[in-house]
């Protein structure tokens, strides 16, 4: 445990760490490590997952309005229950923004250049 926290504690905060045994007062803050060799993070996401913000993205292109996630179904070929799910995992996740209540107001928050190619699903219509 110690290792994690010398890895994302500044030296500043390992002062506010206590021995082990002891509690600290004040609580440690973890503070991920920055300077000029941490680039810009790229997004990371099952191929599945991928492929759903892609659908989402390539869809708002051309629509000018983000997807009902019944055209979402229709696409993949699935439920309605494991589309909104998949939605709520990618909010979870941070990289699809949606308003809960709010009709079709998805926003993929990945950036275009890290989306995989959108691919045709197979199998027969819905």
């Not at 760490?17 to 060799?37: E, F, I």
Request: hydrophobic share 40%; proline share 12%.
């Amino acid at each position: 445990m110690q290792d994690i926290v010398d890895f994302w504690a500044s030296p500043a905060d390992l002062a506010e760490v206590a021995p082990a045994g002891k509690k600290s007062k004040a609580p440690s803050k973890l503070v991920p490590p920055s300077g000029p060799s941490q680039g810009p993070k790229k997004a990371v996401f099952t191929p599945r997952q991928g492929q759903f913000l892609a659908f989402i993205h390539l869809y708002h292109k051309l629509h000018r309005r983000a997807p009902a996630e019944t055209d979402i179904a229709k696409f993949f070929r699935l439920t309605p229950p494991s589309v909104h799910l998949m939605i709520v995992k990618l909010h979870e996740l941070g990289l699809l923004h949606r308003e809960p209540g709010v009709a079709r107001s998805l926003r993929v928050e990945v950036g275009e250049d890290e989306l995989p190619p959108l691919e045709d699903v197979k199998g027969p219509a819905w």
